[in-house]
């Protein structure tokens, strides 16, 4: 366990609407990052944070913004959700110092957009 | 960006027989081979890992080999056990750069019969 807490941990919404999904960390680590997770895929990266407010984009980052206004908190929004971001959505974090590379996840957060 | 490939998508063994995943990845730069276990409604989680400068590496029953002038590696799994049925993902990144970013496969359904 890395600390790492999702919510919510499962969330039925409307196309069009906004939704946003939290992950908090305990441990203080610099690096965070959201990944979506669909059949056929594996995992892919959607955003990631290097600190507080310094946030790059990851391979499918189109219709997600993110925000780390706290080094605990790294916020995923979806502006106006539409059904092909109905998906699993993981926060990592990376562990054992700067850059080791070895990232561990939070419980996910499951997201159908009807 | 780094393209990892993963085979075979599913792969059924007997309790005590030995199960092995093959990956490729295309990036000469990557240097960090990361291997993750996802149980059912789970966030995945780390089993192994490899850097570029070794060319095996066991844990227990679990094994990495890394061939990098091939660009490709392998998890090897012996005296598998029903409680090793999982998915499992491979994953690449060049460790030092790019903050820590991995590329994942699309992952292997383990599933040891018993």
């Known amino acids: 366990d890395a600390g790492i807490t999702q919510s919510p941990r499962h969330k039925v919404t409307e196309t069009g609407t906004p939704v946003t999904l939290r992950c908090h960390q305990t441990?203080?680590?610099?690096?965070m990052y959201w990944y979506r997770q669909d059949p056929g895929h594996g995992l892919r990266l959607i955003h990631y944070s290097y600190g507080v407010k310094d946030t790059d984009k990851g391979e499918v980052s189109d219709g997600y913004s993110v925000s780390r206004s706290k080094t605990e908190d790294f916020l995923l929004t979806l502006e106006s959700a539409t059904s092909s971001q109905t998906s699993v959505y993981f926060c990592?974090?990376?562990?054992?110092?700067?850059?080791?590379?070895?990232?561990?996840f939070g419980e996910g957060s499951r997201l159908t957009v009807l | 960006g780094e393209n990892v490939e993963q085979h075979p998508s599913t792969l059924s063994v007997q309790e005590g027989d030995s199960a092995v995943i093959k990956c490729t990845y295309s990036?000469?730069?990557?240097?960090?081979f990361p291997w993750y276990k996802q149980e059912l409604g789970k966030g995945p989680q780390l089993i192994i890992d490899?850097?570029?400068?070794?060319g095996e590496k066991k844990d227990q029953r679990i094994a990495v080999t890394l061939n990098k002038t091939a660009k490709h590696f392998s998890l090897h799994i012996t005296e598998t056990q029903p409680e090793d049925s999982a998915v499992y993902f491979c994953a690449a990144s060049e460790r030092g750069s790019t903050l820590g970013r991995l590329y994942f496969g699309r992952g292997t359904q383990l599933t040891v019969w018993p």
């Open positions: 441990e203080n680590h610099r690096y």
């Open positions: 990036d000469s730069a990557s240097n960090y």
């Open positions: 990592a974090i990376m562990a054992g110092g700067t850059n080791t590379g070895e990232l561990f």
């Open positions: 490899i850097r570029s400068n070794v």
